[in-house]
């Protein structure tokens, strides 16, 4: 059988472009992972129904095993690793799922982590129950929720509080 | 003492590691390994007649393709049976690979190695296997006609039946004066981590060593499992468990066909092997567990004190039975709850069936214990018309027979001991909590609305922290920090955090200074595993037991370096200082330059401990005949039997009375696992449990056809709760220590789940005025109750 056609494709990820050869069907998910090399992005379900392989593709999250990386090329991708503040420490969502233990095996934590960075930039001020839904479309086993939704609001407190002059 | 950790909301050590990305997962090591991926039966009974790989063999970046045949020695054997028991007189475990025949879909016949997973699975379509079709065995009711048989040499399907019996429960019921017999059934659900399971194994054939990473709850036995079956010494085999997406209870089984194949694959290739499970292969070929019919019968006094108890009960185990009796066992024990029935008898079978096999998930037998034992409790209660949390408090062990026996044989082998427990007043917090008395009034008020409300509850004893032991290992380095190993393993439960807590707080030293490994048999031979609520109990003594040996050790050098009695020491803040005097103190780093005499100043530290650099006595050796260098030392905990943490849950639900849908108003849980070491982790426990308690209840079952094909194998069809099914859940704690440790502490992990089933059952039964008997319940199923409820002109 002949080889599989490599494709040359560009991704933008945390900032830092990448260029890979890679064949069409290569998922965006095996490609960050295995290629890229940035495992902080988790594959449960391989049918995009867990989300805890949630990055977003140019600010919007998607499911990165839903997507092909061919069709990606030349966007420019935030995994969990880009949601960090750029001194290495934790960013604001992230402090919140520390202060909150709102993770526990840390598996589907990075599509959580991308889902509510994203929501909290169009709404930076949610109530409780705005909290739940925003994290409606993501599979977690461990924590029953209740500290993810508190961690939702305390990132946006995290956030108003970096903010402040 | 510097400030207690234990006790203390504090956060985890693990955290940002995992927020960062920086976690390691099975699938996140080794990418320059081969990549496996499996043919696997399409059948649920069949034989296997023929292999044909012709039409693979070309394909790009195909390295290897394995069948029974290929393989060797105790790899050809079948899987070992790893739990033993005299009533299971007819164990059977699987082949690595099929041999001959399969007996669910799902189970492993062809392994391909290929260069990665896309190609390995582009293998795998091309490989054609010729079965022959035998009938399939699905469900408890097939099974136990016995009309088609899973294994031709287990009649009637039966692995193993168990008798326990304490007084004459038969006698008791007939004298009773009054009597109930209830059908009541439980369905399969599954642990369902995030994380699949994975293997990755790296063959050194320099070294002739072995070093495997595998996402499993127990890397001890694992090793041990590879090795013997591998055939190599134990001594060049070591396993690592890296980060792991989450166990409940489906990682304790060992060896997986996978934990033996990709190691064997990897030393016959002389080539690093990697398998990571994908979510349907999760489905169909790793475990479920719950699936069980009982048949109780009940007798009871007018004041309804519960006189005699009879259960028999069937149990699905699927096709294979690794794991033994321990779920039915578990069932047959924990069924008691807080309650002692003066006499009690029961019975089960455990039964083959064309499925995948079940091991203990997150509870293992006891949620369906839980339901027998609650649903009695709430029918007896409906029968008399009695408060059903009267009826319960008439049956409670009272505090003051603590330690209480049963009389019955625990999963363990040891006698059923409660060791401590204050359900009376567990029972009464919960009742505050939920305001039990005053539902009658918000159900009145809710009914004026047109909404139909119910309130349930539930309670339960959960035998923890099983032996047989535990260890730890605890150095000290010449920096001062502290690096601490257990051998068990963690996924998720924040073991390193509360691990570090103890050991901070036994040592003496800041916690930042702490660091804990776990799983990994380099750093610890000996564990059993982390399962049946274990960790804290067990793990958690054994480092608390090696860091008091270790602070003994730390405060005789530094006695000697202080010119001052042991006695008259104390370790603050990583110092050891004479008490009252602050100034006269040396750090615990320097502590540990004294323990370790040496020749050579490798570092400025060191230059301390050389021989022209401190003073000794000429006639002595430098180390004592009774002593070792190194400040450091290792202890293990071994309890007499198990402790006994419990539980009770209360729940208010509200139907909708057109859909039939439940909708959860508040979930309450009042929590004794003896004393605390974490609130914080321990509430996060209790949250997860409950909250696949309500996928057990409400949403998850595995829909098996009648040709045991899985229908809803994949997350897209196996319904678990998204954040929008789980509500608020509010906690109370009472904490009665442990007798049976020095943390006076039992087990958290699996005790959300237990009593889930049993209270939401009661709470639906309270709204709708139908009598449930099975779970979980969907709309359609409650709606159906309710049709035959109207037919029967039976009001609400």
Redesign the interface.
Known sequence: ????PLHEVTLTVNHVPHQLRL?A??LLSDAL??DV???????????G??G?CTVLLDGQPIRSCLMFAVTADGASIT???GC?EPD?E?GAV?EA???C?A????????GF?TTITAYLETHPNPSEQQA??A???????????????AAVLRAAEIKRERSAP | MTTKLFGQRIRRVEDPRLLSGRGRYLDDLGHDALAVAFVRSPHAHARVLDIDVSAALEVEGLVAIFSYDDLDGKTSEPLPLLIPHPALTHGRTPYALAKDEVNHVGEAIVMVVASDRYVAEDVVGLIRVDYELLPPVVGVERARDGGALVHDDVPGNVAATMVQEVGDAAAAIDASPRRQRLQLSIERSASMPMEGKGVLARWDADDESLLVHTSTQTSTSVRQAIAAKLSLPVDRVEVVTPDVGGGFGVKIVHPWPEEILVPWASVRLNRPVKWVEDRREHFISSAHERGQLHDVTVGYGDDGRVTGLSVQFWHDNGAYTPYGLIVPIITSTQLLGPYKPTAYRVEFASLYTNTVMVTPYRGAGRPQGCFVMERVMDAIAADLGLDRALVRERNFIQPDEMPYDHGLTFQDGRPLIYDSGDFPASLSKLKQLVGWDDFAKYRERAAAEGRRVGIGLACYVEGTGVGPYEGGHIRVETDGSVVVSTGLTTQGQGHQTMLAQIVADELGVPMERVRVTTGDTRRFKYAVGTFASRTAVMSGSAVALTARKVRAKALRIASNALEAAVDDLEIVDGHVQVKGSPGSQVDLGAVAVLSNPLRYAFDEAAARATQFATPHDPDQPPVAADDEPGLEGSGFFSPTRSTFANGMHAVVVETDPDTAEVKILRYCVVHDCGTIINPMIVEGQVHGGVAQGIGGALFERMEYDESGQLLNASYMDFLMPYASEIPHIEIDHLETPSPLNPLGVKGAGEAGVIPVSAAIAAAIEDAEGVVITAMPISPSELFDLRRAREQRGEAR
């Open positions: 059988m002949t080889p599989e064949p069907r290569r992972r295995h090399r940035l495992t902080g992005t988790h594959v449960g379900c391989e049918h129904v867990c805890a995994t969990t690793e960090l290495g934790l992230q799922f520390h202060d233990h993770l526990q095996c840390g598996f589907c934590t990075p982590i739940r839904e994290i409606g479309g993501n599979l977690c086993r461990c924590t029953g929720y209740q500290n993810i939704v």
